[in-house]
């Protein structure tokens, strides 16, 4: 699928085909808490193909928007098409992607951003289930623990930085597409993760003023941070660069402890 073709796809509102859902592994995630409303929770994994017994792979982990979330464990791959570029040569992708899916379409990342937030299903916050997935996977794969990359789109983009904030040594870069922004009190701890931002200019549902004054504050304390702005007013076509900006080259040039970050962009020794 080209990029173009991606785009078209995303803007009305694109359902993966069989054949892409396939590429990844069904997995479930048995929750031993008995508190959670939900016992069970879905996902998907993409396995490199002709792996080594002697290496370890690098883990991307993707955050789906707010209305990819459900039971049917395939909304929520529907826009990594645009990760997963080149669908005639898989074997050329030596990295592991998770992607959990929220048990329903209302159900948020993090049971605050709900509207009617109710503190006694805390336990239930999806965000605490994604982290006892990763580590799930993470020990039954070979997985490269210095190169866990995290990115998510709107909603999943927001909760990429929650994410981060709890778990602040845990992941090697960020990118964030459509988010809008942080909370700049708690930036501090990530001061030293490569982060790169995404943004429709003109975005009509989520302004990018956010992301502007998080980068902006992420600078002044000395992060290592990029915005691009883009011209256009959708939300979600921003997943057209992971393809024209090589995000996912980007994010497996990072290591989590290295003195500096690897690749431009807004990343210097």
Not at 155 to 176: I, K, T
Request: proline share 6%; glycine share 8%.
């Amino acid at each position: 699928m080209t990029t173009a073709a991606v785009l078209l796809a995303v803007l009305l509102g694109y359902t993966p085909t069989k054949g892409f859902v396939n590429l990844f592994s069904e997995g479930e995630y048995h929750c031993p808490d008995k508190n959670r409303i939900h016992d069970t929770f879905r996902y998907r994994l993409f396995i490199p193909r002709k792996l080594n017994p002697r290496k370890r792979y690098p883990l991307i982990v993707w955050l789906h928007g707010m209305n990819e979330g459900g039971r049917d464990n395939r909304n929520n791959v529907k826009l990594l098409e645009g990760m997963l570029g080149d669908l005639a040569h898989i074997d050329k992708y030596r990295f592991y992607i998770l992607v959990a899916q929220c048990p329903s379409r209302r159900h948020h990342w993090m049971s605050s951003l709900s509207k009617t937030p109710e503190p006694t299903r805390e336990p239930n916050d999806m965000l605490a289930v994604l982290h006892e997935i990763m580590t799930q996977v993470m020990s039954e794969h070979p997985v490269d623990e210095n190169r866990v990359y995290l990115a998510g789109i709107s909603s999943g983009g927001r909760a990429c930085w929650e994410m981060a904030f709890r778990h602040p040594r845990l992941f090697a870069a960020m990118v964030v597409l459509s988010g809008g922004g942080a909370d700049v009190s708690r930036l501090k701890s990530l001061k030293h993760l490569p982060i790169w931002l995404f943004h429709n200019r003109d975005d009509k549902l989520i302004p990018p003023d956010g992301d502007m004054h998080t980068a902006e504050a992420m600078r002044r304390i000395g992060g290592i941070i990029h915005l691009t702005l883009l011209e256009g007013t959708s939300h979600v076509s921003t997943i057209r660069e992971f393809q024209r900006d090589k995000i996912t080259a980007w994010l497996l040039a990072q290591r989590r402890g290295a003195w500096f970050c690897r690749t431009p962009p807004g990343c210097a020794p």
